[in-house]
């Protein structure tokens, strides 16, 4: 099967643009090709254009997102928490579906980038939650590295393993080592999840960005192509 990945996060603004953007660069550096979608889009559409561009620019943002909500907030906000919304939202994950079948069968790889935290609302009574499992991929989860990042990720991962979706990775993003919880936090929420943690570190230089790709790689191979073995 074709390795195809949700990467999703505890929050916003946490790295998941920046994590889907190297792990798309080095895929197509190993002479892979690989396919991009971001379903729910809100406020603009930043996140799918560096998407596109880092899969190669193939396609258009547009192709790359679905269902664009132009303020940013929540896609609930703005579709409302009713039928209306909810229709919305359920036409949007059918088209999820077959945008992902697509790309499978063109790519040999695929990335899927959610929308803020995983409890965050779409529209009627649909969150994230409900797109990943509609879609049902390996998840990878984006946190951050530093103090207050155990208490949000377990709470992710209790989210999500109550719904029956269980996350194949933790990334902490933007690791500096600087402070004892950015030292600590990685053993003790692999302690705590039984997840293989993945300590992302900050691209300050060009050769943090190369090291930050070696590793994404190597995390993907062990997931994907060992993991299926």
Known sequence: MTPSLFITATDTEVGKTFIACLLAEVIRASG??????????????????????????????????????????????????????????????????????????????????????????????????????????????????GLGTINHTLLTVEALTRRGLTPRRILLNNYKGRDLSERTNAKIIKRLTGLPVTEVPCTSTRATEQKVKRLLWDAFVADFYFHEK
């Open 32 to 145: 892979k090709t690989v396919g991009v979608l971001k379903p729910f889009s809100a406020g603009d559409l930043d996140d799918a254009t560096r998407l596109q561009r880092a899969a190669g620019g193939q396609g258009t943002p547009h192709q790359a997102t679905l269902l664009y909500c132009p303020f940013p907030v929540t896609p609930a906000a703005q579709l409302g928490l009713g039928s209306p919304g909810e229709k919305i939202v359920k036409k949007t994950f059918k088209e999820s579906v077959s945008a992902v079948k697509e790309l499978q069968k063109k790519r040999d790889c695929v990335l899927v980038e959610g929308l803020g935290g995983v409890l965050a609302p779409l529209g009627g009574r649909f969150f994230v939650t409900d797109l990943m499992a509609t879609l049902n991929l390996p998840i990878w989860v984006v946190a951050r590295a």
